[in-house]
């Protein structure tokens, strides 16, 4: 099924029932009072938020959502059966709004989460209402309201802690193959990853952590070259980036220039991505020969930068464990962190 981070839907609730005109027509009591019943309310819509779905692909199939009428009053003052709900489910990350006016209507950011997104209409009054002492057999009952309709657009931003970002053929995906049990695409030309990935990262005493493989960006990614853009909102969310530089990239200027340009990059599309806690994992260590970049030069100019990198082989394994060691004080040993 194709992945679907962006949709359009629109979403109507159900319209009240209508109000019933009736009088008693009983035994002995030819001139019975009116007993038209109410008109039933009309069903909500309502958004709500689920683990089991990872995109928003099923909603291709049919954009318009609406629940159900309320059904109009009866005789013998019995109201109308109110409209059945319809619920809505959505990604865990999804953000609903309103097309016309850019207005946030729900932030679904928990699994279960539900957002009452517009009401039914109301039911009518029957005639029972409307009788008095001088008017006792009223023939009017009011119509119901109708429901409303509202147009989403609906845009899924993955809840991950961690963001994996890189140019392409940096090693995000065998990364992420390596350090949880998700299962990418690996091969080594460029934009094997097309949408991203998610995958939960076990560390000790029964913590763990979400991670996102974002597709590999490339230079002119925030004004939509390549893939990357359109996956740069996964990123938002997260909790801390990791910059995913390989050792074999040839600079032509400086030698973190890779580094700079994924910066640019994010800080092009949302500033406030720069400001997000980072570090660097240079990947590749076992390709490392004199042919490669400096690896401690790169770690000084990073340094200089007051950043954290460490060198990693993705492929091989060397330094994931020390990888694991940093992320476990930082996240949950606060005892030894600041975070």
Do not use: W
Request: charged content about 25%; some cysteine.
């Amino acid at each position: 099924m194709t992945f679907l981070d962006e949709a359009v839907i629109t979403a109507r609730s159900g319209d009240g029932g209508s109000g019933c005109v009736s009088f008693r027509r009983e035994r002995f009591k030819p001139r019975g009072g009116p007993d038209g019943g109410d008109g039933g309310d009309g069903g909500k819509i309502i958004l709500k938020a689920t683990n089991r779905l990872q995109n928003l692909s099923h909603l291709q199939a049919s954009p318009l959502f609406k629940a159900q009428n309320g059904q109009p009053g009866k005789g013998k003052n019995q109201s109308g059966k109110k409209g059945s709900d319809l619920i809505i489910e959505l990604p865990v990350g999804t953000l609903a709004l309103d097309k016309e006016t850019r207005h946030v209507l729900a932030d679904l950011i928990y699994d279960g989460q539900e957002v009452l997104l517009i009401s039914g209409g109301k039911g009518g009054k029957g005639n029972q209402h409307f009788a008095t002492s001088t008017r006792k057999a009223p023939r009017i009952a009011q119509p119901g309201t109708p429901g409303q309709e509202v147009t989403l657009h609906l845009s899924l931003k993955f809840l991950a802690d961690i963001g994996l970002v890189g140019f392409p053929n940096a090693g995000k995906s065998t990364l992420l193959s390596r350090l949880t049990t998700a299962r990418p695409k690996i091969d080594s030309y460029p934009f094997t990853t097309l949408v991203p990935h998610l995958g939960v990262l076990y560390l000790r005493d029964d913590h763990f952590l979400v991670l996102a493989d974002i597709p590999g960006l490339i230079e002119g990614a925030s004004e939509g070259k390549g893939l990357g853009h359109r996956f740069l909102k996964h990123i938002e969310r997260t909790r801390l980036l990791i910059h995913l530089l390989d050792i074999t990239y040839t600079p032509k200027n400086d030698i973190i220039e890779d580094f700079f340009a994924l910066k640019k990059e994010m800080s092009a599309y949302n500033p406030q991505l720069v400001d997000k806690p980072h570090m660097v994992l240079i990947n590749k260590m076992d390709l490392y020969d004199g042919h490669c970049r400096d690896v401690e030069e790169m770690q000084k100019a990073l340094d200089k930068l007051e950043v954290v990198s460490l060198p990693i082989s993705a492929l091989t394994g060397m330094g994931l464990e020390r990888f694991r060691n940093m992320l476990f004080e930082r996240f949950f040993d606060y005892s030894e962190s600041d975070v």
